[in-house]
């Protein structure tokens, strides 16, 4: 099992800037692909950002591809969202998710094993 628990989410203005955390525990984090996904209400599930278990291949959604930024650090089990330039089609649940997945590239689907309980991020005009 890995537990996942995202931090960071709030209320922020359009144009504002939030960092999300993600902290892992249970498992080899560094066999794990990671992934940030947004849900708004009345919409599906959308995969925002992913990114491979050594950090070196990243995936974007067109609608955040140059202002969010996925990262990650091993040694610390945690997986990041910087999301700047922020706007009201940002308003979601963020959640975070983990594939076992030791491939050299990000886990290009959405059947991840493990999920997050979600933060809100809330961004108003």
């Known amino acids: 099992q890995v537990q996942l628990v995202e931090s960071g989410g709030g209320l922020v203005q359009t144009g504002g800037s939030l960092r999300l955390s993600c902290a892992a525990s249970?498992?080899?984090?560094?066999?794990?692909?990671m992934g940030w996904f947004r849900q708004a209400p009345g919409k599906e599930r959308e995969l925002v950002a992913a990114?491979?278990?050594?950090?070196?291949?990243?995936f974007y959604a067109d609608s955040v591809k140059g202002r969010f930024t996925c990262s990650r650090d091993n040694a610390k089990n945690t997986v990041y969202l910087q999301m700047n330039s922020l706007n009201t089609e940002d308003t979601a649940v963020y959640y975070c998710?983990?594939?076992?997945?030791?491939?050299?590239?990000?886990?290009?689907?959405?059947?991840?094993?493990?999920w997050g309980q979600g933060t809100q991020v809330t961004v108003s005009s």
């Open positions: 998710a983990a594939k076992y997945y030791i491939l050299t590239r990000y886990y290009p689907a959405d059947d991840y094993d493990y």
């Open positions: 249970g498992r080899t984090f560094s066999n794990y692909a």
């Open positions: 990114i491979s278990w050594h950090g070196g291949s990243r």
